[in-house]
């Protein structure tokens, strides 16, 4: 595990997931939309330099993190307030990687709506559960009660929930996954969720 220290100029920056993607040996980095949180990047630029090849993203591109969902072949961008076409087009070029597209300009990230878990299961916001990009994935549809739980982190088959959301636990329980529970009250008031909060590889 590495830990960054806290940057006292961008209060956003423990959202680190926003400001890399990382596929096999290559890491790219990207180019935040809101200016107030341009910088976040430069130090995770610099920790994964020394592990992974490293491109940084271009003008016109914006793309964050949250947007990216990495499937075992593919991936799936959300073109959403944060991430553009183009953001999507260098990050695949350089991770040398396909990947779906599912727009929707008024959503802020699509994570906080769609989460790969593992074994072709997503869980989903009933929003987006008919949407044709993710027609093929078994479907855990989150209570519209707990759709904060739509931002699920999964590692191996150890699946974080966060607390306070127990249709969801039990409908990824039943799946077979092993299942955990993580308070995130303070992260949920600041649109924060647990994928936010890492960079895996």
Same mark, same amino acid.
């Given at each position: 595990?590495?830990?960054?220290?806290?940057?006292?100029?961008?209060?956003?920056?423990?959202?680190?997931?926003?400001?890399?993607?990382?596929?096999?040996?290559?890491?790219?980095?990207?180019?935040?939309?809101?200016?107030?949180?341009?910088?976040?990047?430069?130090?995770?630029?610099?920790?994964?330099?020394?592990?992974?090849?490293?491109?940084?993203?271009?003008?016109?591109?914006?793309?964050?993190?949250?947007?990216?969902?990495?499937?075992?072949?593919?991936?799936?961008?959300?073109?959403?307030?944060?991430?553009?076409?183009?953001?999507?087009?260098?990050?695949?070029?350089?991770?040398?990687?396909?990947?779906?597209?599912?727009?929707?300009?008024?959503?802020?990230?699509?994570?906080?709506?769609?989460?790969?878990?593992?074994?072709?299961?997503?869980?989903?916001?009933?929003?987006?559960?008919?949407?044709?990009? +993710?027609?093929?994935? $078994? %479907?855990?549809?989150?209570?519209? !009660?707990?759709?904060?739980?739509?931002? &699920? @982190?999964?590692?191996?088959?150890?699946?974080?929930?966060?607390?306070?959301?127990?249709?969801?636990?039990?409908?990824?329980?039943? +799946?077979?996954?092993? $299942? %955990?529970?993580?308070?995130?009250? !303070?992260?949920?008031?600041?649109?924060? &969720? @647990?994928?936010?909060?890492?960079?895996?590889?």
């Amino acid at each position: 595990m590495i830990i960054l220290p806290k940057d006292e100029a961008h209060p956003d920056s423990c959202f680190v997931e926003d400001t890399a993607v990382v596929r096999g040996g290559r890491a790219f980095i990207t180019r935040l939309a809101k200016e107030s949180r341009r910088g976040e990047e430069e130090d995770v630029l610099e920790t994964l330099k020394q592990y992974k090849s490293v491109k940084t993203a271009t003008q016109p591109a914006t793309i964050e993190g949250g947007d990216v969902i990495h499937l075992r072949d593919r991936l799936i961008s959300g073109i959403t307030k944060r991430t553009n076409r183009d953001g999507v087009s260098q990050m695949t070029a350089w991770l040398d990687v396909e990947s779906d597209i599912l727009e929707d300009k008024s959503i802020i990230h699509l994570k906080s709506h769609v989460t790969y878990i593992g074994r072709e299961v997503i869980l989903v916001t009933e929003s987006f559960s008919d949407h044709e990009v +993710l027609q093929d994935f $078994v %479907k855990v549809v989150v209570p519209f !009660e707990e759709r904060y739980a739509a931002n &699920a @982190l999964a590692i191996g088959e150890t699946v974080l929930i966060s607390e306070g959301h127990p249709q969801t636990q039990e409908m990824v329980s039943e +799946l077979g996954f092993d $299942v %955990k529970s993580l308070r995130m009250s !303070e992260f949920e008031k600041c649109e924060g &969720a @647990l994928t936010c909060l890492s960079v895996l590889f």
